[in-house]
């Protein structure tokens, strides 16, 4: 009797010995501190505690009228560090180049090679008016005796150009070609069947550099050293052609470019130039101003054949226009000499009106 009373001693002393060591070392332990997360970093005090409650599980009061009060006055300047934060992390955004993007310069306009990319302005012209339309050119073909050119006529131009090489002289050149055909369509004019009385064709190869100086306040973005033909496509009296290489120098100032090209025509046969004045009429060069605002665009295209006597040339003036969505409208005003090739040493004046489709190419 005594030996079991005194097992049963020695075993409650063992339990209780375990239980003892079981807490010392609980309470030994690093105590347990809740995750705090990023709460304590928030500023707003009723958005740090809100942070708080989260976390501890509890319902939150709803906020006072001058909490409210401090978290919309908070609020416009919150979306003003976004904006900043924004553009600190895409360098160049607000410095955003026209030239660059129609020409791929900086590396972050930079889309590849063989992309079908805008290239000088496509546009319809269902209504273009001329004091002084070309009739003869077409006599005795096109035209009989009796017969005229209408003084109003439809007029559309598309022009694109694609990259076909990328990178070239230590990453600051690429290859471009480009193509534009522009058409002259007498439509209503039924009493020779609305033809197309002239079109031409123009395709391009361009070796475009990368440049960044500063000139009178404008920056220079390219280079395009260019190898251009143009032709109507047609043979006799009225076959129109030359070919060109030129340097373009393109420039910019915010939403102001500039685009000033010299151009050399090569020389042809004697017995095969059909045109061979026309760099008297249609000039040496031309520089190109375009003004971007709002939506709208303006742009000044101006040519000459840089003679003291019978100087020659042309002045176009182009305004774009948001109409709805992506529609926009297009007037174009023309007064000189070679509005087409066909008419490149007639004068005239035309004005029409239609609309830009440089946003649905």
């Not at 970093?41 to 006072?64: M, T, V």
């Not at 920056?219 to 009225?238: K, Q, W």
Request: glycine letters at 8%; hydrophobic letters at 35%; a neutral charge.
């Amino acid at each position: 009797m005594g030996q079991i009373k005194r097992r049963n001693i020695v075993n409650g002393s063992m339990l209780l010995g375990g239980c003892l060591l079981g807490w010392s070392h609980t309470l030994l332990a690093e105590p347990v501190v809740p995750k705090l997360g990023t709460c304590p970093a928030i500023q707003n005090d009723a958005q740090r505690l809100a942070c708080y409650d989260k976390l501890s599980g509890a319902i939150p009061l709803p906020p006072s009228p001058e909490q409210k009060q401090a978290e919309q006055a908070e609020a416009p300047v919150a979306a003003q560090a976004a904006a900043v934060s924004a553009t600190a992390a895409a360098p160049g955004l607000e410095n955003a180049s026209q030239l660059s993007r129609e020409w791929e310069l900086d590396d972050k306009d930079k889309h590849g090679a063989f992309l079908f990319r805008p290239f000088h302005t496509s546009y319809l012209l269902p209504v273009k008016y001329s004091n002084s339309p070309n009739n003869i050119p077409f006599q005795g073909g096109l035209l009989q005796s009796s017969e005229k050119l209408d003084s109003v006529e439809a007029k559309i131009q598309l022009s694109g150009k694609t990259k076909v090489v990328e990178g070239l002289f230590n990453k600051r050149a690429d290859v471009w070609l480009g193509y534009t055909v522009t058409s002259y369509w007498q439509a209503y004019n039924s009493s020779i069947s609305a033809p197309f009385r002239e079109t031409d064709y123009m395709p391009e190869a361009m070796l475009v550099f990368r440049t960044d100086y500063d000139i009178a306040g404008l920056t220079g973005r390219f280079i395009n050293l260019g190898l251009v033909h143009e032709s109507n496509g047609r043979g006799s009296t009225l076959s129109r052609s030359w070919n060109r290489i030129y340097a373009q120098f393109g420039f910019e100032r915010g939403d102001f470019s500039l685009l000033i090209r010299p151009w050399y025509r090569i020389p042809e046969r004697a017995s095969s130039d059909n045109n061979p004045d026309i760099q008297d009429y249609l000039g040496r060069g031309d520089i190109v101003a375009t003004y971007t605002r709002n939506g709208n665009t303006y742009s000044v295209l101006l040519r000459n054949n840089l003679k003291r006597s019978a100087n020659r040339g042309a002045v176009q003036v182009d305004w774009s226009f948001p109409l709805y969505g992506r529609l926009q409208g297009y007037v174009q005003y023309f007064n000189g000499y070679g509005e087409s090739l066909v008419d490149y040493n007639h004068k005239q004046q035309s004005l029409g009106i239609g609309l830009s489709l440089a946003a649905w190419l």
